[in-house]
């Protein structure tokens, strides 16, 4: 390629610059600067399911997923095939090409019976895992252990107790990370008249995990189900069920904020009067957080929605419920995940097939549009569990005979990258010459002269306006690349 200086525009005429081509690229074609300083052709790569990777576990609960790195997560369940009392276990999948390899199972230590077994990565190489269980003598205590990651093996640390008492968590979203070092985990006391709690866990470079005093968020023997996400290191947003007798149960959400080991509440507000008991919860930035849940749970049939909370300090404002699925097979918890500040994505059961499904929504201040649900396992999936990164797509973890995952990569386009149309075609690997921004090319056509085309997802130039201006067109076949309207 040429100096630098050979890349501002020149004021009049062509402005041509050689490139190496990736791909074969026709005369004509929009094409795209790559960080290697090749250009390729901009293309629209539609989404695009794996192939399940199934795991040696045998279980109830499961595969919950947490990524420590874009290309690396680690998945949690609990192993029914490992002792006769079932055990937590982790394992770590690692992800290329969309396709997905798991490393060897490792116990976590587990009392019998663990229950809600859920993994939070706090870091690229640590974890802390988490459950209820009832081992001798046999009290449903809540327990934590932190475990270290170096390739695909894992070294678990001692089991450390946070909540000593009769306690419960729910299946899902009931644990945050906070920074690489912290966390925080939301409960229902139910040895403290089930005062609905949540407590900072630290864990330190030899996984040794403890845990501060715990703080009440809603009042005794009125609250199930807690969820919590993290908006910042210092800010976390908690949702749960209000369970008044004789009810209804109403969706709860409130902002805590933590300093100096502590954590305050502001005022809490209702996102549901209708019987809600099965919720996810997540933040997509410092300032925003999306709950999925199911309404209605004694109607029929069943609904499940997605709201949108704006925050301003502790103050929620909410927008208004947008429905994903309706109905819903029996009562089943979804599960909602981060995509970008502006969208998310939410697994749960399909209607009519009880089939895995996901469903990506878009957001745009408060409200909510939904793009067409999307089968990913087509059998009767009962829980499900995802995280994403744009270099492995969505994960998911959901629970069949053994626990399986697969990913999701969404559609992409690299038409940011737009670098200018190739005067001639180029082979692969070849040189060939490229007119840039700034300069009039005049290998397209098509065009009706004085009006502004775009370059589309898919490589080709429309009227029709994109995020990518391509210029303004002088002829049917010349365009002034990169004018301004």
């Known amino acids: 390629m040429s100096n630098l200086s050979d890349l501002l525009p020149a004021g009049a005429g062509g402005k041509q610059v050689d490139f190496v081509a990736t791909g074969t690229l026709p005369s004509g074609q929009a094409v795209a600067l790559k960080t290697d300083g090749t250009v390729e052709a901009v293309v629209d790569v539609p989404a695009s399911l794996g192939t399940p990777v199934t795991t040696t576990f045998a279980g109830s609960e499961g595969l919950y997923v947490s990524m420590l790195t874009s290309t690396t997560f680690v998945g949690s369940g609990r192993d029914d095939a490992a002792v006769a009392v079932g055990a937590g276990t982790c394992v770590i999948g690692t992800v290329s090409g969309g396709a997905i390899t798991f490393g060897t199972k490792v116990l976590a230590g587990t009392l019998g019976y663990p229950s809600y077994p859920q993994v939070v990565a706090l870091s690229a190489t640590q974890f802390v895992f988490l459950y209820t269980g009832s081992g001798p003598p046999y009290i449903v205590s809540g327990t934590a252990v932190g475990a270290t990651v170096s390739g695909t093996s894992i070294t678990f640390g001692a089991l450390t107790t946070f909540e000593a008492g009769s306690t419960s968590i729910n299946t899902v979203s009931a644990c945050t990370r906070l920074s690489d070092t912290t966390f925080v985990i939301v409960l229902t006391d139910a040895s403290d008249s089930a005062n609905a709690k949540?407590?900072?866990?630290?864990?330190?470079?030899?996984?040794?995990?403890?845990?501060?005093?715990?703080?009440?968020?809603?009042?005794?023997?009125?609250?199930?189900?807690?969820?919590?996400?993290?908006?910042?290191?210092?800010?976390?947003?908690?949702?749960?069920?209000?369970?008044?007798?004789?009810?209804?149960?109403?969706?709860?959400?409130?902002?805590?904020?933590?300093?100096?080991?502590?954590?305050?509440?502001?005022?809490?507000?209702?996102?549901?009067?209708?019987?809600?008991?099965?919720?996810?919860?997540?933040?997509l930035s410092e300032t925003k957080f999306v709950i999925a849940y199911q309404e209605d749970r004694t109607a029929s049939p069943l609904i499940q929605r997605a709201i949108v909370g704006s925050v301003s300090g502790t103050t929620i404002t909410l927008g208004s419920p947008a429905t994903y699925v309706d109905?819903?097979?029996?009562?089943?918890?979804?599960?909602?995940?981060?995509?970008?500040?502006?969208?998310?994505?939410?697994?749960?059961?399909?209607?009519?097939?009880?089939?895995?499904?996901l469903r990506i929504g878009t957001v745009s201040g408060t409200s909510i549009t939904y793009d067409t649900v999307v089968i990913y396992n087509s059998a009767t999936t009962f829980g499900a569990y995802g995280e994403y990164s744009a270099a492995s797509g969505i994960v998911i973890g959901y629970d069949v005979t053994n626990f399986t995952g697969v990913t999701y990569s969404l559609s992409s386009t690299n038409n940011t990258d737009f670098v200018g149309i190739t005067d001639e075609a180029i082979s692969s690997a070849a040189t060939g010459s490229v007119t840039i921004k700034g300069g009039i090319s005049s290998t397209v056509t098509g065009l009706t002269p004085n009006l502004s085309y775009y370059v589309q997802d898919d490589g080709t130039l429309s009227t029709v306006t994109s995020t990518v201006l391509a210029g303004k067109a002088l002829s049917p076949t010349s365009i002034n690349l990169d004018y301004t309207t």
């Open 198 to 283: 949540a407590i900072i866990g630290t864990i330190d470079a030899s996984n040794v995990v403890s845990f501060g005093s715990p703080y009440t968020f809603a009042t005794a023997n009125s609250s199930l189900y807690a969820v919590v996400t993290a908006l910042s290191s210092t800010k976390l947003a908690i949702a749960w069920s209000d369970t008044p007798s004789p009810g209804p149960e109403e969706g709860m959400v409130v902002i805590g904020t933590v300093s100096a080991g502590t954590i305050s509440f502001g005022t809490a507000v209702v996102f549901t009067a209708q019987y809600m008991v099965r919720q996810s919860i997540v933040a």
């Open 327 to 357: 109905p819903v097979y029996a009562n089943r918890w979804p599960f909602v995940l981060k995509l970008s500040e502006s969208t998310f994505c939410v697994l749960f059961m399909a209607s009519t097939t009880h089939y895995g499904a």
